[in-house]
């Protein structure tokens, strides 16, 4: 289960352990008062604490550019909400899945599929290349940035592969924190269940942090769902990728370097699965469900906060209008998509 954090740990001995605590300390207290501030604000004014805790740290984002804190906040945005998500698996179980159905898992995987299809198709008509449009497509539909990583790795390489890459992780990483105060919106506008609005949200938002962000910011049923459909997106990067190297090599005959790729199945995900496949059979104690159900949020809650606090809208600025054309309407398709089928099925 701490797969995903222990290889966000620079250290091997106790000497390079102090090292690291203390260059990591003041990011991560920045990130925990910033979260404490953003729960005294929900607990007295009744706004959404993941909201506000991320305003709050879009609001302090230069803390997160440069200076002392900004490991700090790198490690809180990466390895506490990995950490997060897999403690809250104990929230999720089997009758939580069968209560989402076939249909719906159905639908947002061809959800995923379809956004694909659709990004390589309209790529062109936007004067971006293949690598372009699949990369920017592969991680609207899959997880965000870590898709964009896996993805990057399996492309073949030319001169501007890097500056797609870069491109990409805060295309959607900016998209998805629009999306996580926008969505939750439309969820109360539309008047959706518990149900079809964790589907809508967990289907359709880019990247984990933002998806338990406006999951629970809605209700907490909404949140246990929609962080169960993201994994379940976050799950088929594995099948996804693999095919997509298959096609990709058997097309360029081209060879990756194997070494490079990052871990097909994160570590979070396996200690989610873990979690919620010992809750399904009632072999975790229950003083200990709700301690680690607690610890989940406040982990979550001061990993929200890092993510505001790294977020740059002023980066998006410098790329095409066409690039940004592209991915933003690729966010588009994949919610009317999952917005419609919502419709159809229930």
């Known amino acids: 289960?701490?797969?995903?954090?222990?290889?966000?740990?620079?250290?091997?001995?106790?000497?390079?352990?102090?090292?690291?605590?203390?260059?990591?300390?003041?990011?991560?207290?920045?990130?925990?008062?910033?979260?404490?501030?953003?729960?005294?604000?929900?607990?007295?004014?009744?706004?959404?604490?993941?909201?506000?805790?991320?305003?709050?740290?879009i609001s302090v984002s230069f803390l997160g550019e440069e200076g002392k804190t900004v490991p700090g906040i790198a490690f809180a945005a990466r390895g506490l909400l990995r950490l997060g998500v897999a403690f809250l698996g104990?929230?999720?179980?089997?009758?939580?899945?069968?209560?989402?159905?076939?249909?719906?898992?159905?639908?947002?995987?061809?959800?995923?599929?379809?956004?694909?299809?659709?990004?390589?198709?309209i790529g062109k008509f936007f004067g971006s290349g293949w690598r372009f449009s699949l990369l920017t497509a592969g991680s609207v539909a899959i997880c965000g940035a870590s898709a964009a990583m896996a993805l990057s790795a399996i492309l073949p390489k030319d001169e501007r592969s890097e500056e797609r890459l870069i491109f990409t992780v805060v295309g959607v990483t900016v998209?998805?924190?629009?999306?996580?105060?926008?969505?939750?919106i439309l969820v109360s506008f539309l008047e959706m269940s518990d149900l079809q609005a964790g589907v809508f949200l967990g289907g359709?938002?880019?990247?984990?942090?933002?998806?338990?962000?406006?999951?629970?910011?809605?209700?907490?049923?909404?949140?246990d769902t929609s962080t169960l459909v993201k994994l379940i997106r976050v799950a088929m990067l594995a099948p996804i990728v693999l095919v997509l190297s298959i096609l990709i090599r058997a097309q360029q005959g081209h060879t990756q370097d194997k070494g490079s790729a990052p871990p097909i199945l994160p570590g979070f995900v396996i200690g989610f699965l873990v979690l919620a496949g010992l809750n399904s059979f009632?072999?975790?104690?229950?003083?200990?469900?709700?301690?680690?159900?607690?610890?989940?949020?406040?982990?979550?809650?001061?990993?929200?906060?890092?993510?505001?606090?790294?977020?740059?809208?002023?980066?998006?600025?410098?790329?095409?209008?066409?690039?940004?054309?592209?991915?933003?309407?690729?966010?588009?398709?994949?919610?009317?998509?999952?917005?419609?089928?919502?419709m159809l099925l229930t």
């Not at 954090?5 to 102090?18: C, D, I, N, S, Y």
């Not at 359709?204 to 949140?223: E, L």
């Open 282 to 342: 009632h072999l975790i104690p229950e003083f200990l469900t709700e301690a680690l159900a607690q610890a989940s949020r406040w982990l979550l809650l001061i990993a929200i906060a890092a993510v505001g606090m790294k977020t740059n809208l002023k980066q998006v600025l410098g790329v095409g209008p066409a690039a940004i054309a592209l991915i933003v309407s690729e966010t588009l398709f994949i919610a009317l998509f999952i917005l419609l089928g919502i």
């Open 204 to 223: 359709t938002i880019h990247d984990v942090a933002q998806v338990v962000g406006a999951g629970f910011s809605v209700s907490d049923p909404t949140g």
């Open 1 to 57: 289960m701490l797969t995903g954090v222990m290889r966000t740990l620079p250290f091997q001995g106790k000497a390079e352990f102090g090292a690291w605590i203390k260059t990591t300390f003041p990011g991560v207290i920045v990130a925990v008062l910033v979260a404490a501030s953003a729960k005294f604000l929900s607990e007295h004014y009744g706004a959404p604490s993941m909201l506000m805790a991320l305003l709050l740290g």
């Open 90 to 121: 104990v929230r999720i179980s089997v009758d939580l899945m069968m209560g989402l159905g076939v249909q719906m898992i159905g639908l947002v995987i061809l959800g995923m599929l379809a956004t694909i299809g659709f990004g390589l198709l």
């Open 175 to 184: 998209l998805s924190t629009i999306a996580m105060i926008a969505y939750p």
